[in-house]
Nanobody, 120 residues
Protein backbone atom coordinates (compact mmCIF):
# COMPACT_ATOMS: atom_id res chain seq x y z
CA UNK A 1 0.00 0.00 0.00
CA UNK A 2 1.02 3.60 -0.66
CA UNK A 3 -0.47 6.45 1.37
CA UNK A 4 -0.41 10.06 0.18
CA UNK A 5 -0.98 13.30 2.10
CA UNK A 6 -1.12 16.66 0.30
CA UNK A 7 -0.51 20.11 1.70
CA UNK A 8 0.14 23.63 0.48
CA UNK A 9 -3.14 24.74 -1.05
CA UNK A 10 -4.78 28.07 -0.35
CA UNK A 11 -6.04 31.34 -1.71
CA UNK A 12 -3.77 33.33 -4.02
CA UNK A 13 -4.20 36.32 -6.31
CA UNK A 14 -3.88 35.98 -10.09
CA UNK A 15 -0.22 35.94 -11.06
CA UNK A 16 0.80 34.54 -7.69
CA UNK A 17 2.57 31.31 -6.75
CA UNK A 18 1.94 28.27 -4.59
CA UNK A 19 3.84 25.08 -3.94
CA UNK A 20 1.95 21.88 -3.28
CA UNK A 21 3.55 18.98 -1.44
CA UNK A 22 2.60 15.32 -1.30
CA UNK A 23 4.20 13.10 1.33
CA UNK A 24 4.25 9.41 0.43
CA UNK A 25 4.53 6.50 2.84
CA UNK A 26 4.21 2.74 2.72
CA UNK A 27 5.55 0.72 -0.23
CA UNK A 28 7.60 3.60 -1.62
CA UNK A 29 9.99 1.29 -3.43
CA UNK A 30 7.19 0.04 -5.71
CA UNK A 31 6.12 3.46 -7.05
CA UNK A 32 6.29 3.61 -10.85
CA UNK A 33 5.08 7.16 -11.34
CA UNK A 34 3.49 10.03 -9.47
CA UNK A 35 1.38 12.92 -10.58
CA UNK A 36 -0.91 15.80 -9.80
CA UNK A 37 -4.53 15.88 -10.96
CA UNK A 38 -7.12 18.58 -10.47
CA UNK A 39 -10.89 18.79 -10.42
CA UNK A 40 -12.50 22.16 -11.03
CA UNK A 41 -15.77 23.24 -9.35
CA UNK A 42 -18.94 21.84 -10.88
CA UNK A 43 -20.87 18.62 -10.73
CA UNK A 44 -19.66 17.39 -14.13
CA UNK A 45 -16.06 18.45 -13.77
CA UNK A 46 -13.64 15.69 -14.57
CA UNK A 47 -10.41 15.02 -12.73
CA UNK A 48 -7.69 15.92 -15.21
CA UNK A 49 -3.96 15.26 -15.23
CA UNK A 50 -1.86 18.35 -14.56
CA UNK A 51 1.64 16.90 -14.45
CA UNK A 52 3.37 13.58 -13.88
CA UNK A 53 6.85 12.24 -13.22
CA UNK A 54 8.15 8.71 -13.61
CA UNK A 55 10.59 6.91 -11.35
CA UNK A 56 13.22 7.68 -14.00
CA UNK A 57 12.48 11.39 -13.73
CA UNK A 58 10.61 11.83 -17.01
CA UNK A 59 8.01 14.58 -16.74
CA UNK A 60 4.80 15.35 -18.59
CA UNK A 61 2.58 18.44 -18.41
CA UNK A 62 -0.90 19.37 -19.50
CA UNK A 63 -0.66 22.04 -22.21
CA UNK A 64 -2.28 24.85 -20.21
CA UNK A 65 0.31 24.65 -17.41
CA UNK A 66 3.48 24.24 -19.48
CA UNK A 67 5.99 26.92 -18.60
CA UNK A 68 4.12 27.85 -15.41
CA UNK A 69 4.08 24.66 -13.31
CA UNK A 70 6.99 22.41 -12.37
CA UNK A 71 6.69 18.92 -10.93
CA UNK A 72 9.57 17.47 -8.92
CA UNK A 73 10.41 14.71 -6.43
CA UNK A 74 12.66 14.61 -3.38
CA UNK A 75 13.38 10.91 -3.01
CA UNK A 76 15.18 11.39 0.30
CA UNK A 77 12.02 12.92 1.78
CA UNK A 78 9.57 10.71 -0.17
CA UNK A 79 7.83 13.89 -1.23
CA UNK A 80 6.34 15.09 -4.51
CA UNK A 81 6.04 18.80 -5.28
CA UNK A 82 4.15 20.99 -7.69
CA UNK A 83 5.50 24.52 -8.02
CA UNK A 84 2.79 26.70 -9.54
CA UNK A 85 3.72 30.15 -10.85
CA UNK A 86 1.69 32.65 -12.82
CA UNK A 87 -1.55 31.28 -11.42
CA UNK A 88 -4.78 32.08 -13.23
CA UNK A 89 -8.42 31.95 -12.06
CA UNK A 90 -8.94 28.90 -14.28
CA UNK A 91 -6.37 27.03 -12.18
CA UNK A 92 -8.88 27.05 -9.31
CA UNK A 93 -9.58 23.43 -8.38
CA UNK A 94 -9.03 20.72 -5.84
CA UNK A 95 -5.60 19.25 -6.54
CA UNK A 96 -4.98 15.56 -5.92
CA UNK A 97 -1.72 13.68 -5.62
CA UNK A 98 -1.60 10.32 -7.36
CA UNK A 99 0.79 7.37 -7.28
CA UNK A 100 0.90 4.32 -9.53
CA UNK A 101 2.66 1.44 -7.81
CA UNK A 102 3.08 -2.29 -7.75
CA UNK A 103 5.18 -5.13 -9.07
CA UNK A 104 3.05 -8.03 -10.33
CA UNK A 105 0.16 -5.66 -11.15
CA UNK A 106 -0.27 -1.91 -10.89
CA UNK A 107 -2.46 -0.12 -8.38
CA UNK A 108 -3.34 3.52 -7.80
CA UNK A 109 -3.41 5.60 -4.65
CA UNK A 110 -4.89 9.08 -4.18
CA UNK A 111 -4.42 11.76 -1.59
CA UNK A 112 -7.32 13.53 0.07
CA UNK A 113 -6.98 16.66 -2.10
CA UNK A 114 -6.05 20.25 -1.37
CA UNK A 115 -8.01 23.32 -2.49
CA UNK A 116 -6.33 25.94 -4.66
CA UNK A 117 -8.30 29.13 -5.25
CA UNK A 118 -7.02 31.88 -7.55
CA UNK A 119 -9.01 35.06 -7.10
CA UNK A 120 -8.55 38.77 -6.56
Amino acid sequence: QVQLVESGGGLVQPGGSLRLSCAASGSIFSIVSMGWFRQAPGKRARRELVASITSAGRTNYEDSVKGRFTISRDNAKNTLYLQMNGLKPEDTAVYYCNAVWGSTWLETSWGQGTQVTVSS
